[in-house]
Nanobody, 113 residues
Framework: QLQASGGGLVQSGGSLRLSCAASGPIFSIMGWYRQAPGKQRELVATITSTGITNYPDSVKGRFTISRVPAKNTVYLQMNSLKPEDTAVYYC???????????WGQGTELTVSS
């Protein structure tokens, strides 16, 4: 089970940090995805159990994913937020890249202009 938290309302240019904790054995890959109204869910960031990270260009340089070593706890530090970052953010945990994995309940971020 994944528990995500940290969403809220922030002004454009602001910062926010999301947290996600998962129970059970250590997952190989944990990450964040987001879904804006009327859009498909998209990748935000992933991190492996060895610390390898992956970001799409839309957030690269602004968002940083980190993980507590040997734990199923990940953080997403979001800086220089833009209105287009507004979405529901979902935490995901899985053991192989193409697994569906487990999903958290989602936490909502609204960035006002």
């Amino acid at each position: 089970q994944l528990q995500a938290s940290g969403g809220g309302l922030v002004q454009s240019g602001g910062s926010l940090r999301l947290s996600c904790a998962a129970s059970g054995p250590i997952f190989s890959i944990m990450g964040w995805y987001r879904q804006a109204p009327g859009k498909q869910r998209e990748l935000v960031a992933t991190i492996t159990s060895t610390g390898i990270t992956n970001y799409p260009d839309s957030v690269k340089g602004r968002f940083t994913i980190s993980r507590v070593p040997a734990k199923n706890t990940v953080y997403l530090q979001m800086n220089s937020l833009k209105p287009e970052d507004t979405a529901v953010y979902y935490c995901n945990a899985r053991n192989r890249p193409f697994d569906v994995g487990s999903w958290g309940q989602g936490t909502e971020l609204t960035v006002s202009s």
